[in-house]
């Protein structure tokens, strides 16, 4: 798909969107996420939502922005039909997505990134097809694990056989750049049952592989089992031995860790997610999707009926000036999650101010302990395998 207002990245400021489907078939056990059942009346309505939202913006987007990466997101927005993906993917076509010049094989165009969420068992070669037409070139299958058993004690509606049928059928359409999301500390998993799921994903050589450890959220039926005592988790011992089987066997596969929880193939980053991490701005549509535009941090109201009702301008919630302080924070939280850091050179231009002398009384510490190192040729500081290891520790450090 080509926006009727492309413009080359270096003209306009450099946008992110984030487009929330706020739909699944089925909610999962584990999941605090902002997504439930809803019928396609309620879907339908949903979508003409949407694209007001999109016209309401377009018109700033277009003046001063050029959007570099698009994520449709969930929920499940695979879940939706094959009709309402291809408006919204006409309506996005409307706005100033970018074209980036660079060199791919013999020279070939580099478009922005577009990926969209899917879950096995919603694919049909339908949507597939739809999902190209518009434009998605980067696709997220939701596995979280190969074994049947781990799938049901998740709530998941998928087999593995679903996974297997989506990944080929994403190939045979075409798809090159395709995510892999896997979960560890599954309830009764086992290091010999994630080590075989890790093993089952490589063989099939998804471009890119996200490994997240469950986390028992509160408000969640995992939550109230835990309450009671009914959900065995494995121990310490078991979550360290995944946490390094990761490591050891993605990287032996050729996948680089370019953040804690996520590895690629060299060049198959996610550009949308490194977005967030280097502090660049963001706008979401949707049911309570958040956006980081002009320095403010604000969300969308996040009742369906609320969204469904409201005029566009209203939908938005308390904006919130984020300060210089609370700037040089996030810059610095975020950007440690990734492998390569951050930029001392980027940070002074930013804030007027040098990392070293901000932190003049914190980094000794943490460079004597090995928590963080430097690579001095290019003014990066980032996270030893020792500090990702504690990294919620070593980031506490630079709370000002």
């Known amino acids: 798909m080509r926006s009727n207002t492309e413009r080359r990245v270096n003209k306009k400021k450099p946008l992110s969107l984030y487009i929330h489907i706020p739909f699944c078939v089925q909610k999962c056990l584990y999941c605090d996420f902002l997504s439930a059942e809803a019928s396609g009346q309620e879907k339908e309505a949903y979508v003409k939502k949407l694209l007001e939202e999109m016209e309401y913006w377009k018109k700033t987007l277009q003046k001063e922005y050029v959007i570099q990466t698009v994520f449709l997101g969930g929920g499940t927005p695979t879940c939706l039909s094959a009709e309402e993906l291809l408006g919204i993917g006409r309506k996005l076509s409307e706005l100033p997505l970018a074209v980036c010049e660079g060199r791919e094989g013999k020279g070939d165009k580099l478009f922005f990134e577009f990926t969209a969420e899917a879950n096995p068992g919603t694919l049909t070669r ?6 190209k037409e518009i434009g998605v070139n980067r696709v997220s299958i939701g596995l979280q694990s190969a074994q049947e058993k781990e799938l049901k004690a998740l709530g998941r509606i998928h087999s593995y056989q679903d996974f297997l049928d989506s990944f080929h059928l994403l190939r045979e359409c075409g798809f090159n750049n395709i ?13 010999e049952s994630y080590q075989e799921t890790l093993s089952f994903v490589t063989e099939l050589s998804p471009e890119h592989i ?3 450890s469950l986390i028992v959220e509160e408000g969640t039926p995992f939550y109230k089992m835990w309450e009671e005592g009914r ?15 990761t490591q050891e066997m993605l990287l032996k596969e050729g996948y680089q860790r370019y953040e804690i929880s996520n ?3 060299p060049g198959k980053e996610c550009r949308h997610n490194l977005t967030y991490w280097e502090l660049g701005e963001y706008l979401g549509f949707g049911l309570g999707a958040s956006s980081y535009f002009k320095g403010c941090r604000f969300s969308n109201v996040d009742r369906l009926q609320e969204y469904l009702s409201l005029a566009v301008r209203h939908l938005q919630k308390e904006k919130k000036l984020l300060s210089k302080k609370e700037e040089m924070e996030e810059y610095v939280f975020l950007g440690l999650r990734m492998r390569k850091g951050i930029s001392a ?7 007027g101010i040098s990392f070293y002398e901000c932190y003049q009384e914190v980094l000794p ?10 690579d001095k040729n290019h003014g990066r500081i980032y996270l030893t395998d020792k500090g990702i290891d504690i990294s919620n520790m070593v980031l506490a450090e630079f709370l000002l």
Do not use: G, W
């Open 263 to 265: 590895y690629a193939r």
């Open 365 to 374: 510490v943490l460079f004597e302990n090995f928590l963080l190192a430097e």
């Open 345 to 351: 050179e980027d940070y002074k231009r930013r804030f």
């Open 126 to 131: 339908e949507k597939v097809q739809a999902l």
């Open 210 to 212: 996200s490994s997240y």
């Open 231 to 245: 959900l065995q988790l494995p121990d310490e011992e078991a979550d360290r031995q995944m946490y390094c089987l």
């Open 179 to 191: 995510n892999v999301d896997l979960m560890a500390d599954i309830p009764n998993q086992t290091v």
